[in-house]
Nanobody
Framework: QVQVVESGGGLVQPGGSLRLSCATS????????MGWYRQPPGKEREVVAT???????????NYADSVQGRFTISRDVAKKTVFLQMNNLRPEDTAAYYC?????????WGKGTLVTVSS
């Protein structure tokens, strides 16, 4: 059974930082895209940041306009893990954050981790 497991959420004050982690059991060689999505309270799920082709030098990253310059997605190939470094957090970043893995045409989601930005 494929596993996608997020961690690192929590409560942080505005302007603070958090780092989320997402580990998967999917073979690193078959991962097409791995990324982060979020669902604010009462709103629809939206893309935050994605990374394609985790192995090799040809991987690419994409960010939502709302997080560009504040969030950074990175990877640890050996651990089959992607990270989301979130800096200068704002109250509007409060959401459940989910990791998604796309592999061979299939999508796998984690159960999410909650991020709350509040003073």
């Amino acid at each position: 059974q494929v596993q996608v497991v997020e961690s690192g959420g929590g409560l942080v004050q505005p302007g603070g930082s958090l780092r989320l982690s997402c580990a998967t059991s999917v073979s690193i060689f078959s991962i097409n895209v791995m990324g982060w999505y979020r669902q604010p309270p009462g709103k629809e799920r939206e893309v935050v940041a994605t990374m394609t082709r985790l192995i090799g030098s040809s991987h690419s990253t994409n960010y939502a306009d709302s997080v560009q310059g504040r969030f950074t997605i990175s990877r640890d190939v050996a651990k089959k893990t992607v990270f989301l470094q979130m800096n200068n957090l704002r109250p509007e970043d409060t959401a459940a954050y989910y990791c998604k893995v796309i592999s061979n045409g299939m999508e796998y989601w984690g159960k999410g981790t909650l991020v709350t930005v509040s003073s």
